[in-house]
């Protein structure tokens, strides 16, 4: 005769670590409920659902509708630190959407996260970088981290910060000097980027040259770029054997010959050649950075009378198969033939 037993293993596929979720509409309510709830296990587990459930971005907008990010802000203070890296963790995903992000300057998480710049647990303050990061692609989102008055502490974190969280602590930077450099250039933002230009780290190298073009829009900017001998350095990244950083510092370089100072200080650094082989790039930014740089110093004497043997290569690009290269490759013809 048969005798009923009972298992000593879980079902197959059910997770002990995160909380059952209710049925229906009911399921975010609860889990909101018990983020608020004083046992510790509880919170964890409505934590590891959130992280799941935050990929949707339906469930983003009932999240905050029904006031998890309140529930969250109050988890970044949390004693235990498995909470404060899920909570992190569980925001930075709502970031990935434009509700959550809209979400974050509505209810105030820009300062709320900004207390963990200093926490101690390494994926806590990456989990943090990566929800500016997200935040800052938007525009307001930019703006917010900009007046919520972290860009001091941001330019001051890079200069500490593992590579792993410099990598996208600098997309945020960039994407907040692109709405105000002002504070950043007050904090030596150029001599930290300068010195990220020769990091070991490709990524690095990218996004340090991005930045470096978000810093030389202003004038300021510029001038900063050329006191600081940051030209030769870029000039340095043209040969660099990733495309990205080579366009990048392109790119940095067009912004930074805008000024008298800036022109003759790229081409006493011999930036013209290098500058001349980014026109056979395959990336059509390269190209387009490239040949708004050679505009610029041709705008001097001495660099027009250097490119104009190389006028033909720029006749080539006015059929490229980007409008944006073809018209600049016009433009480019234009200075380079121009006769005072």
């Known amino acids: 005769m048969a005798h009923a037993r009972i298992s000593m293993y879980l079902p197959p596929n059910i997770n002990p670590t995160q909380a059952a979720i209710a049925y229906g509409c009911r399921a975010l309510p609860k889990l909101n409920e018990e983020l608020q709830s004083e046992d510790l296990l509880t919170r964890q587990k409505a934590l590891m659902a959130l992280c799941d459930l935050m990929h949707d971005p339906e469930h983003v907008y009932v999240a905050i509708d029904i006031g998890c990010l309140e529930s969250l802000k109050a988890l970044l203070k949390d004693t235990n630190v498995m909470v404060r890296i899920k909570a992190t963790e569980v925001l930075y995903i709502m970031a990935t959407h434009n509700v959550g992000r809209e979400g974050f300057l509505k209810h105030d998480i820009i300062v709320a996260l900004s207390y963990l710049l200093n926490d101690p647990h390494t994926a806590c303050r990456e989990n943090l970088h990566l929800a500016f990061k997200h935040l800052a692609q938007l525009p307001s989102g930019a703006q917010g981290i900009v007046?919520?008055?972290?860009?001091?502490?941001?330019?001051?974190?890079?200069?500490?910060?593992?590579?792993?969280?410099?990598?996208?602590?600098?997309?945020?930077?960039?994407?907040?000097?692109?709405?105000?450099a002002t504070e950043a250039l007050s904090s030596h933002v150029v001599p930290f980027l300068k010195e990220k230009l020769l990091s070991a780290n490709d990524n690095i190298r990218s996004k340090a040259a991005y930045t470096l073009m978000a810093v030389s829009i202003p004038l300021k900017g510029k001038q900063q770029v050329w006191q600081c001998d940051v030209i030769p350095v870029l000039v340095h990244l043209l040969k660099d054997p990733v495309e990205e950083v080579r366009a990048n510092a392109a790119g940095a370089l067009m912004y930074a010959t805008v000024t008298t100072a800036g022109k003759y200080a790229a081409l006493d650094a011999e930036a013209t050649q290098p500058l001349l082989n980014l026109l056979n790039s395959t990336l059509s930014k390269a190209r387009l950075n490239a040949i708004k740089a050679l505009t610029m110093l041709a705008e001097a004497p001495e660099g027009r009378k250097i490119l104009q043997v190389n006028v033909p290569n720029f006749r080539a690009l006015q059929v490229d198969a980007s409008e944006a290269v073809q018209r600049a490759a016009e433009i480019a013809i234009k200075t380079i033939e121009w006769k005072p």
């Open 147 to 180: 007046n919520s008055g972290l860009i001091p502490l941001l330019v001051w974190k890079l200069q500490r910060e593992e590579e792993k969280i410099q990598v996208p602590l600098l997309d945020t930077l960039a994407a907040c000097l692109l709405e105000d």
